[in-house]
């Protein structure tokens, strides 16, 4: 009988032990605590970094001024869900000095780990299928909640951008995406 005892001890703390390790690699890759988090962001539009003149100076790397004077909105969609309950308005906005930023207004969605914010060549309908050739990456998500803006990088043609995307790194996956309509001006 204590043979017997013996073995399963033996056995059973290195079994115990893999479980355990298991169950926090599980718990790091899922983070599963993210569903019942929210991190809430209220960034106003960014006043640019300086005034740009009639003739163009203060315009970083060429990019064009706004033409009154004021921020330019450029494009603008609203979220649809993918994988998580997302919505929200998305806009591609030209800054008095002529840079670009991607402002997300009213955003909801879920967190999760490693979120990541997206321009895309494909619509808001096949980032659910994947990022596509030459997605450009703007940063982490800033929060779930509310307004924040991304900095588009100087020299970004926005003419091939469709979608920006909330995607999921970790997972490959999107949780929600807006289709970006060029905006009559």
């Known amino acids: ?56 100076a203060g315009v970083k790397d060429g990019e064009r001024p706004a033409p009154d004077g004021g921020p330019e909105d450029l494009a603008r969609g609203g979220f649809v869900t993918h994988e998580h309950a997302t919505r929200g308005t998305a806009r591609t906005v030209r800054l008095t000095d002529g840079s670009r930023v991607l402002r997300l207004e009213d955003l909801r969605t879920s967190e999760g780990p490693d979120v990541r914010v997206y321009l895309s060549a494909r619509s808001a ?4 299928e994947g990022l596509g050739d030459g997605a450009v990456e703007l940063g982490e998500l800033k929060g779930n909640r509310g307004n924040q803006n991304y900095a588009v990088p100087a020299g970004t043609d926005l003419s091939g951008f469709r979608s920006a995307v909330i995607w999921c790194e970790r997972f490959s996956v999107s949780f929600g995406a807006a289709d970006l309509a060029p905006v009559a001006g």
Do not use: C, K, N, Y
């Not at 988090?37 to 163009?56: C, F, I, M, N, R």
């Not at 309908?125 to 659910?128: F, L, W």
């Open 1 to 56: 009988m204590s043979r017997v005892s013996r073995v399963s001890r033996r056995t059973v703390v290195p079994v115990l032990m893999v479980l355990v390790a298991a169950a926090g690699v599980g718990l790091f890759l899922l983070q599963p605590w993210t569903a019942f988090t929210d991190t809430a962001v209220d960034e106003a539009l960014p006043a640019a970094s300086g005034p740009a003149t009639a003739d163009g």
């Open 125 to 128: 309908a096949a980032v659910r």
